[in-house]
């Protein structure tokens, strides 16, 4: 009987071993997902300004700094739905980075874009909220006085692609 109840134990344990495996396996999966997504938005990006040269090669354009979290082109330039006449190279640029931005925040959790120029580089940074660790949001919703804290628990949880 004893020797039942060691068994019992020993596979019990096997399986919390094999299921905390899973949790994890699934969670980087989630993550790599998001990495997935950050790529292919960025090199979405880099052929949206190549296909717009002029407009990227100006001082005043809308590639020289962009960061999602400011001021964000909303509006689709009516020019896309008039046949008759066609887009200026800025309208173009407002209305595709618009869109990209859209894209951008629906697919990635708490994504944020900055783009900025220096001479003829472009750099881009994507930012979203990875919740690989469960923790830091059970400890966030329980001590939300402690700002230190959060700070650097809200860092720990920031993933960043550039390019």
């Known amino acids: 009987m004893i020797e039942v109840l060691i068994a019992s134990l020993i596979f019990s344990v096997g399986l919390l071993g094999v299921a ?3 949790t994890v396996g699934l969670t980087n999966t989630q993550s790599a ?6 790529a292919q938005l960025s ?31 909303s509006a689709v ?8 006449t066609g887009c200026r190279a800025d309208e173009m640029a407002n209305t595709v980075l618009a869109q990209w931005t859209a894209r951008l925040q629906a697919t990635l959790p708490d994504g944020e874009a900055e783009l900025t120029r220096v001479g003829d580089i472009f750099e881009l940074r994507i930012r979203w909220a990875d919740f690989r660790n469960d923790q830091i949001m059970q400890d966030f919703k329980k001590d939300p006085n402690e700002p230190d804290k959060i700070l ?4 720990d949880r920031i993933t960043e692609f550039r390019i």
């Open 43 to 73: 090199y979405e990006l880099v052929d949206i300004i190549r296909a717009n040269p002029v407009e990227a090669r100006k001082t005043t354009s809308v590639f020289t700094s962009y960061d999602s979290t400011g001021a964000v082109p």
């Open 33 to 38: 997902l998001h990495r997935s997504y950050a």
């Open 77 to 84: 330039a009516t020019c896309q739905v008039q046949s008759t």
């Open 20 to 22: 905390s495996t899973q």
């Open 152 to 155: 650097d628990q809200i860092a």
